[in-house]
């Protein structure tokens, strides 16, 4: 996933006058309470994980399995039973990744594990390094310093529940590579954001300003930038960083839609999902396999409920998030006229940990609602945490449009060892977790598909907690 | 490290005629349980392994590197204060690893992270896959039935504290390409013999028997190996692997040994050691830059006592450990005629662990003093654990020709998540576990060096443990 933002302080914009309370009728949350177990025992999600994570594997955007895992995805929802399924395109630029070294030279010489940024431009590079501690440091370099020379942003991202340390970081991957290239860096390396002790490097997306030239631009392993930093104790360093990769042509994906067709207010629907594109260094399992396959199962299972929920239940694979929330936006666009029916929104895009909060972009009307929806996660050990969270990714551009959204708060702690790197793979996701997980999107869902009343959603103004 | 054999009972050839008992004089005792706490306290271990891991990196026997690693393992001797440093030359083929790939093709196209095998023959094969579930396995398989075939060995080692998994698994990398090349595979593929859940995958040689044709042979990181598993349950897989390596001319390394000159017998030396090259992967901090460091702190730590021990400790950095003992071997031929003067020899190349237990080779007439050297080894937490263990893989030419050895077991439960791939680095050190490491080998090669008597070297009869 990409945190566009996370943890910040609502922006709501209410409307002033006097509103029904949304609530959710007593039978609906009887039925909840059976799903929920139901969802517990049930291991739909874990299989689509592995099946999505075996059988496509890595799925760049853009690649020859994006295709592949855009056919994946009708087929499990028609599969699984959903009533209706479609595509919708998305077209992009694509970027292609074909070969990454780099290594020291001279009386030290010795390989370094990277792996080039989303964006970079391909070539290679003999210069010197020149470290920078944080991306305020690079900032602060004097126009022109870096003529000829690598730049090396050496921040230690942090281990946090919340994945906020990634935030902070967020800079150095997304504007490193154009701020040093404005400077006349040649090339650009940095610390990759993540956590992992272990020998991988982590991708995602950089982007240069207009005007700027593109640079190489890589990732080292925490093992390899610690290397680097004690090279560089003895004396200047120099690296050669030879990068094969870059943009060619345009490329159209689609986002596939499943949906669980409301009884009453088809028109209206609760909307959940993931993406289905990941980074093509792992699988792409906790990002976000996973996600699609949280978000599948739940809409799989109230589709499988004796009476269909009220509102429509719409699960959303979206194509091409790493590389700009691109299917996101074009979603968002399509549907714009349709805001005020996209009644909540809620993404599994944090990976498979287990869900520990609940909060929603709620106005005070259906406060009431989202308490109630709270009490029927809370047996699966999910908190009520009034102001906090924000969509996930995907949906932030349907908030910006004034789309109410639920966060559903996965434990992050271990994330970030997985997240754009070569470890992200299907062993490393738990099935009693994502059972949770699937759990709580059911619950979740199926509940604000029964609510009597509305979110918030509205078109106008953004729901999106402020950047 | 290589196994040769580990954990075997001993077939000792100990003289029957009545013989004068070994014994420590009680003052050599009270200047070990000194050192012991000198040691604990120093970290001159850990400087030598940060050193070379870092200023020298992986050193691939017979790469430019290799002749770093000579230079700086010279340079560390003279700097610490041993009283005789000298090399002698160590010839041998060069294996060179310049490019490794795998994929599988066809529906489920994904690329599949290998490292080849040392020994592999390089080339491109695109074949079908053909399980083995062990060793036998392939073995059984009936000649000529793997014809234009891929081999996958799919057994899974064993996580133990003696490393016993690794000698169970062995033939499956050390032979397997051979049997299955003599079935007329095109080419070979197995599961790493080792337990790490990462994205790393683990080398190490393999030999084809005279007359086999060399094919390329990679493993796969368990990740990867699950992965192909999964997907052969789907049907016939069929996968690409591109090797790019191979031999290419001869190599002269060198051991390189320093010595701390014994006050009353210099002749008569206690050996201890580990090898200065590792395989390209990682670094090789835990194999073997921690024995270079342990051994090398341990006889400077002896060397700065106020009084030199009196018989000499020889610290043996050996030349290509990895690609068959070739500097052990070639260390034993020339040092033939004085297999009696080895008094005792360990060398420390299992890793970083903490050593757990103690036992020599000793004969009857000897085992009351190795029972003392147990005693005071036992306040770092070392067990005497007699009937157990054997030398080090360096020592093994030398105990085949007669020599005494001693064996220092090192916790290896987390050896094999490093062991030969690329998280083999600095980092999965533990500086307090080097620290006991270093006590432990200068607290039995200074009693053994001041002992009144010998520990049964006697050229001729073999003191290894049978394999």
Redesign the interface.
């Known amino acids: 996933m990409r945190f566009a933002s996370l943890l910040l302080a609502l922006a709501l914009a209410a409307p002033a006058v006097a509103q029904q309370q949304t609530r959710i009728p007593d039978d609906a949350l009887a039925n909840a309470a059976q799903l929920r177990e139901q969802a517990l025992a049930d291991d739909t999600g874990w299989k689509l994980i592995?099946s999505l994570t075996?059988?496509?594997?890595?799925r760049l955007a853009g690649s020859?399995?994006d295709a592949?895992a855009v056919a994946w995805a009708e087929k499990k929802f028609a599969e699984l039973g959903f009533d209706r399924v479609w595509t919708e395109p998305v077209t992009f630029p694509a970027w292609q990744r074909r070969s990454e070294h780099a290594q020291?030279l001279g009386?030290?010489?010795?390989?370094l594990?990277v792996t080039a940024l989303g964006g970079s431009a391909g070539g290679e590079v003999e210069a010197e390094i020149v470290r920078f501690a944080d991306f305020a440091a690079l900032e602060a370099a004097p126009e022109g310093s870096l003529a000829g020379k690598i730049a090396f942003l050496d921040y230690r991202m942090a281990r946090t529940r919340d994945g906020s340390g990634y935030g902070d970081a967020g800079p150095i991957r997304g504007r490193g590579p154009s701020v040093a290239s404005s400077k006349g860096a040649a090339g650009y390396l940095m610390r990759s954001i993540g956590t992992?002790?272990?020998?991988?490097a982590n991708t995602g997306m950089t982007r240069f300003a207009d005007g700027v030239e593109p640079i190489p631009a890589a990732a080292l392993s925490l093992?390899d930038a610690?290397?680097l930093g004690?090279?560089l104790e003895?004396g200047p360093v120099r690296v050669r960083l030879a990068l094969d990769c870059g943009w060619d042509g345009e490329y159209t994906s689609q986002n596939v839609i499943g949906e669980i067709t409301g009884r009453e207010s088809p028109e209206q629907v609760v909307a959940i999902g993931g993406h289905l594109d990941s980074w093509d260094l792992?699988?792409g399992a906790v990002d976000d396999a996973s996600g699609i396959g949280i978000t599948m199962a739940a809409g799989h299972l109230i589709g499988r409920l004796p009476r269909k929920p009220k509102r429509s239940i719409r699960v959303i694979a979206f194509a091409n998030e790493e590389q700009g929330l691109i299917g996101a936006r074009q979603y968002a666009e399509r549907h714009a006229d349709e805001i005020a029916e996209h009644v909540i929104a809620a993404e599994s895009d944090f990976g498979a940990g287990r869900i520990y909060g609940f909060n929603t972009s709620a106005p005070d009307h259906a406060k009431a609602a989202t308490r109630q929806i709270a009490e029927a996660l809370a047996p699966l050990g999910i908190e009520y945490m009034p102001g906090e969270g924000g969509p996930g990714p995907d949906f932030i551009p349907v908030s910006q449009a004034g789309g109410a959204w639920a966060w559903l708060a996965q434990d992050g702690t271990e994330y970030f060892d997985l997240h754009h790197?070569?470890?992200d793979?299907?062993?490393?996701v738990d099935p009693e977790a994502v059972a949770q997980n699937v759990a709580a999107y059911a619950v979740f869902a199926y509940l604000a598909a029964e609510a009597e009343g509305d979110f918030g959603s509205a078109a106008g103004a953004s729901q999106a907690p402020a950047e």
């Open positions: 592995e075996t059988e496509i594997g890595p020859e399995a592949r020291v009386a030290n010489a010795q390989p594990l992992s002790p272990h020998r991988v093992v610690d290397q004690r090279l003895h792992g699988t790197n070569a470890d793979t299907l062993d490393k």
